[in-house]
C-alpha cells in the first residue's frame, strides 16, 4: 500500500523537526542530563511537529544508547518502539474522551513496563476529554508511578483545564516558516526523484500556512498530476487564486468599481475555484500591504521578490491603512460567514459591493476610510492639484457678444485721428499671454467725460480692451450701477466720444478675498464631487 509522504518523512529525531529549535534543545538537554519530566503538554496549531516530536521522546527516554538526547534508531528498544511496543499507548482523546476510558487508564498504569524502561501515554487532543475525564486524571498526572510518562498534545489549549495545565511542563509550537518549509520540501522532490520548482514549494508553503503535514498532502497531491510541479500544477490542485485576481480584484476595490470585483468573483466561480479560499488569499494579500505601509522588514512579508514591486504600487496608488484594515475586517466577517453558507458565491458578492461602497458602512474603520480620502482631497488642493478653472477674463470674454469690426470708412473722423486715438488690434483670446487684457489708458478720460453724479460712483473702476469690447471691472456696486440701461448707454456714449469709436461693455466685479475664497471651495466641492466624496456645506 502506498505510504503517504507525511508519514514516509516523518521526522525519527529532534535532530529532524524543523522550526522549532527552542523546544527540541530543551528536550535533548532534558534526556541528556537525565531530568526528565513526568508530565509534557504539547500546543501548537496542526502540522508543526506536537504528535512527531511525542513519538520521538517516548523513543528517546526508553532508548539503550542515546546519542546527544537523540535516540539511536539501532538498539532493541528502538526498534521495538518503531514495531509498536506494548509500552508505548497513542490515545485518541476525541474518541475516548469519557471517564470510563480514563478510570481504564489509571488503573493500567500501575502495572511495569514489559519490554521497555517507561510506560509512555501519549493523549492526542486532550481538549475534547470531558470534565468528569480530566478530574480523573488530575492525581494520576499530578503523581504517576515512577516507570510512566505522559505526554498530552493539543490544538485548543484555551480548553485545558488550569488543573491540568500547572501539572505539566507545557511547550508551545510554532507555525513552520515558509523557508524552512519549502527547503524541506525540496529535499522531499529530490528523495523522491521528482522535480519542484522553487517558486511552487514557496507557494505550497504559503497555502499550507505554516502546517508541515500540510504542505506535504500537498505535494503529495501535486505528484499524483506531474512529475513536474510548477507553480500553476500547485494552483490547480490547491484551487486557489492567483494573484493576478487578487491585484485584479483589490485594484477594483481602490477604484470603488463593484462592476469589475463582481467579474473577477464570477471568472473564479465559472473556473470552479473555491471562494472561500479566495477570501483568505485576499486577507493575507491585504495583510502584505498592511505589513509594507508600515515597516520594511522583508521576514514578515509572504511574499515573492517580484510580486513586492506590485504590492508598492497599490500601496502608491492610494491604498492607506485605514481602508486596508476596512478591507481585512470585512473579509474576516465574510470567511466566517462562509463557514455555515451554502451560498458562498452570495457572501463573496455582497463583500465585494461592501469593500467597493464604504457609505453602505456606518462603524468607526469605514467613516475613517472616508476621512482619509476626504485628507486626500484637502492635500491635493493644498498642493495645487486640483484642476485648474479657466481663467475668470476668459470665460467673460467667451461670453461676449461679437462686434462688427469698425473701419476708418465707416467712422465721421479722419483716418489718422482713429490710429492716434483707438488701440492697437488685440490678438485672439487663445492667443494671448498669461498677464490678460491689455488696459485702456485714457479711462480717466472716460470717466470725466459723464455726468458727474454717474461720474463719482465708478471713478473707482478700471477698464481693459479686447477686440471690439471693453471689460469695465470695479466693485460690486459699480457693477450694478453700470447694469442699469440708462447708465451703460452714457458709458458706451462716453466711450464712442473719447476713443472715437464704438465697443461693446462687458461688466466684471473684482473678486475680494472673501469672494476668492468662495470660488476655491466651490473648485474644491465639485472636485470633491467628481472623486465621489460628497461633502455637505454649512
Known amino acids: 500500500m502506498y505510504l503517504a509522504l507525511y508519514r514516509k518523512y516523518r521526522p525519527r529525531t529532534f535532530r529532524d523537526v524543523i522550526s522549532q529549535q527552542h523546544i527540541t534543545t530543551t528536550l535533548t538537554n532534558q534526556l541528556k542530563t537525565g531530568q526528565v519530566a513526568h508530565a509534557y503538554l504539547f500546543t501548537g496549531s496542526r502540522g508543526t511537529g506536537k504528535t512527531s516530536c511525542a513519538k520521538i521522546l517516548a523513543k528517546a527516554v526508553n532508548c539503550l544508547h542515546p546519542v546527544d538526547g537523540n535516540p539511536c534508531l539501532e538498539c532493541e528498544a528502538c526498534k521495538l518502539i518503531d514495531g509498536n511496543a506494548s509500552d508505548i499507548f497513542e490515545i485518541d482523546a476525541a474518541s475516548n474522551n469519557g471517564i470510563d476510558d480514563v478510570r481504564a487508564l489509571r488503573d493500567e498504569v500501575m502495572y511495569a513496563p514489559i519490554n521497555c524502561k517507561y ?9 475534547m476529554l470531558s470534565v468528569p475525564a480530566f478530574n480523573a486524571l488530575l492525581k494520576t498526572i499530578e503523581e504517576p508511578p515512577g516507570h510512566v510518562v505522559f505526554i498530552l498534545a493539543t490544538t485548543e489549549i484555551h480548553k485545558v483545564p488550569a488543573t491540568i495545565l500547572s501539572r505539566c511542563q507545557r511547550f508551545e509550537f510554532r507555525r513552520i516558516d515558509l523557508d524552512e518549509s519549502a527547503e524541506r520540501l525540496m529535499w522531499v522532490a529530490e528523495q523522491e526523484k521528482i522535480t519542484l520548482q522553487k517558486d511552487a514549494a514557496y507557494l505550497i508553503s504559503r497555502i499550507s500556512d505554516g502546517g508541515m503535514r500540510d504542505a506535504l498532502s500537498l505535494l503529495d497531491q501535486c505528484i499524483s498530476v506531474s512529475e513536474n510541479i510548477t507553480v500553476q ?6 484551487g486557489v487564486a492567483g494573484k493576478e485576481h487578487l491585484f485584479a480584484f483589490t485594484d477594483a476595490v481602490l477604484e470603488k468599481n463593484p462592476s469589475k470585483a463582481l467579474g473577477v468573483i464570477d471568472g473564479l466561480y465559472q473556473q ?51 481602508l486596508i484594515m476596512r478591507c481585512i475586517d470585512i473579509l474576516t466577517d465574510c470567511l466566517g460567514k462562509m463557514g455555515g453558507s451554502s451560498q458562498r458565491k452570495i457572501q463573496a458578492e455582497m463583500t465585494a459591493i461592501r469593500l467597493c461602497n464604504p457609505k453602505l458602512d456606518s462603524d468607526v474603520t469605514s467613516l475613517t476610510v472616508r476621512m482619509d480620502s476626504l485628507e486626500s482631497l484637502v492635500k491635493k488642493a493644498l498642493d495645487g492639484q486640483l484642476p485648474a478653472s479657466p481663467s475668470y477674463e476668459r470665460q467673460i470674454m467667451a461670453e461676449m457678444p461679437p462686434v ?8 465721421e473722423m479722419p483716418p489718422a485721428e482713429i490710429a492716434a486715438t483707438a488701440p492697437e488690434e488685440t490678438p485672439p483670446l487663445d492667443e494671448q499671454p498669461e498677464a490678460g487684457l491689455q488696459p485702456v ?95 455637505k456645506r454649512k
Not at 500544477?233 to 490547491?238: D, I, L, P, R
Request: proline share 5%; glycine share 6%; charged share 25%.
Open 272 to 322: 470552479s475555484k473555491d471562494l472561500s479560499r479566495f477570501v483568505t488569499e485576499l486577507i493575507e494579500h491585504y495583510r502584505t500591504l498592511m505589513l509594507l505601509s508600515v515597516t520594511p522588514d522583508s521576514k514578515l512579508i509572504r511574499a515573492l521578490p517580484d510580486e513586492l514591486e506590485q504590492y508598492k504600487s497599490q500601496l502608491g496608488n492610494g491604498y492607506g491603512l485605514p
Open 404 to 411: 462688427a469690426e469698425a473701419t476708418p470708412q465707416d467712422m
Open 441 to 535: 489708458t485714457n479711462w480717466v478720460e472716460i470717466i470725466d467725460s459723464l455726468p458727474p453724479s454717474l461720474a463719482g460712483l465708478i471713478e473707482n473702476s478700471c477698464g481693459f480692451y479686447s477686440g471690439n469690447a471693453i471689460l469695465v471691472q470695479g466693485s460690486l456696486s459699480v457693477k450694478d450701477i453700470l447694469s442699469q440701461p440708462e447708465n451703460n448707454e452714457k458709458l458706451k456714449s462716453a466711450i464712442e466720444r473719447v476713443l472715437g469709436k464704438s465697443y461693446a461693455v462687458v461688466l466684471s466685479a473684482d473678486e475680494s478675498p472673501a469672494q476668492q475664497e468662495e470660488n476655491r471651495i466651490e473648485s474644491f466641492l465639485a472636485f470633491a464631487k467628481e472623486q465621489g466624496v460628497t461633502i
Open 233 to 238: 500544477v500547485v494552483k490547480e490542485c490547491a
Open 119 to 127: 510506560r509512555v501515554y501519549i493523549i492526542d487532543e486532550v481538549h
